[in-house]
């Protein structure tokens, strides 16, 4: 799955984008954020607050209990700030 | 006369680049029925000095997707004629456009009220990011999301819209 990272999530992991083979017990976006965090220093420091952080698959606004499986883009990135 | 293209209904653009927002409400479709054009325009302030600039990062694809789904629902919710949302990415230093809402109606109220609307949930839910710059030169913080603007947001829903 390709997973994409914006803002301060994409500086603090490193990487604006990378492709990652999923286990089979993440089926929602939050068990997405959960199987991250444990990649590394970097995703934990991003995700730390993980209820803050927002999810996208294929470019819909998706809540954390929402199965993201199928989706070929998912995107992890801070509340938004335009405008 | 504004080409064809130009009167589309609803547009919807990101610019890297200068939004001149004069340009942009000159290509309002009005018709003989037009009695009002409402529009807003956001710019980069310097908050007391401190700032030069605000960069803006966003989700090429998603934002354009979610402007335009927010502009839709604009357009359903009131007789809007037409709508545009221009929104700009990349360094703005202050005093230059970050953003343009504008519509078209016969009557002045569905005009303001969707200019508004699409700014209020444009805030919350199109995927920009913005970065101070500040002005002694160094690269500040990413802005962080204001609670005023989900309030903002949800006053549409909370009473109805």
């Known amino acids: ?83 | 006369m504004p080409s064809p293209s130009a009167l589309a209904k609803l547009r919807i653009a990101v610019l890297p680049e200068r939004l001149d927002a004069n340009d942009w409400l000159a290509t309002m479709e009005t018709d003989p029925d037009t009695g009002a054009v409402a529009s807003f325009l956001g710019i980069c302030r310097a908050d007391g000095g401190t700032l030069q600039a605000l960069e803006l990062e966003h989700y090429p694809g998603m934002a354009e997707a979610e402007m335009s789904r927010i502009a839709e629902e604009a357009r359903r919710r009131w007789p809007i004629t037409s709508i545009l949302a221009v929104h700009r990415t990349g360094m703005v230093n202050v005093g230059e456009p970050i953003v343009l809402v504008a519509a078209t109606s016969s009557h002045r109220a569905a005009a303001f009220d969707a200019v508004r609307f699409v700014m209020d949930f444009l805030k919350t839910d199109a995927p920009f990011w913005k970065r101070e710059h500040l002005a002694n030169g160094t690269v500040g913080e990413w802005v962080e999301a204001n609670t005023k603007d989900d309030a903002a947001r949800d006053r549409w829903t909370a009473d109805g819209g």
């Not at chain 1, 994409?4 to 993440?26: M, N, Q, S």
């Not at chain 1, 883009?73 to 405008?83: L, N, Q, S």
């Open chain 1, 1 to 83: 799955m390709k997973i994409k990272y914006f803002a301060w999530v994409r500086e603090r992991i490193g990487v604006a984008e990378e492709d990652i083979t999923l286990p089979d017990d993440v089926e929602t976006a939050g068990d997405l954020i959960r199987h991250l965090k444990a990649r590394g220093d970097g995703y934990a420091w991003a995700l730390a607050q993980d209820k803050f952080v927002r999810v996208a698959a294929d470019q819909k606004h998706v809540t954390h209990g929402v199965s993201i499986r199928g989706a070929s883009e998912v995107a992890i990135f801070p509340p938004m700030t335009g405008g």
